[in-house]
């Protein structure tokens, strides 16, 4: 099992657990079970998971984040299911 910690909140999460979102700018972008955003990049055959805008170092702040046509989605089907 690969635990990986959120970088915004600090909880660990096995990899089976992420939800794979959109292609990024040098990664994939998966959403954790909190909620929150992280990068898997991979280098020499090895993925690591960084925050959001992982090239530049910085993750956009909670209160900012912005919703896209998928987190609209999501919400629809999880309110479809139940």
């Keep these: 099992m690969n635990v990986v910690k959120c970088p915004e909140c600090g909880e660990g999460f096995d990899e089976k657990e992420f939800h794979w979102v ?4 040098g990664g994939v972008m998966y959403r954790l ?3 929150h955003i992280v990068v898997g990049t ?7 998971y960084g925050p959001e805008h992982a090239w530049t170092g910085h993750t956009r702040p909670a209160r900012h984040r912005h919703h896209s046509f998928m987190d609209d989605l999501d ?4 309110e479809k299911l139940h």
């Design 22 to 25: 959109t292609n990024a700018e």
């Design 33 to 35: 079970p909190c909620d």
């Design 42 to 48: 991979w280098k020499e055959g090895v993925v690591t």
């Design 75 to 78: 919400r629809i089907l999880d």
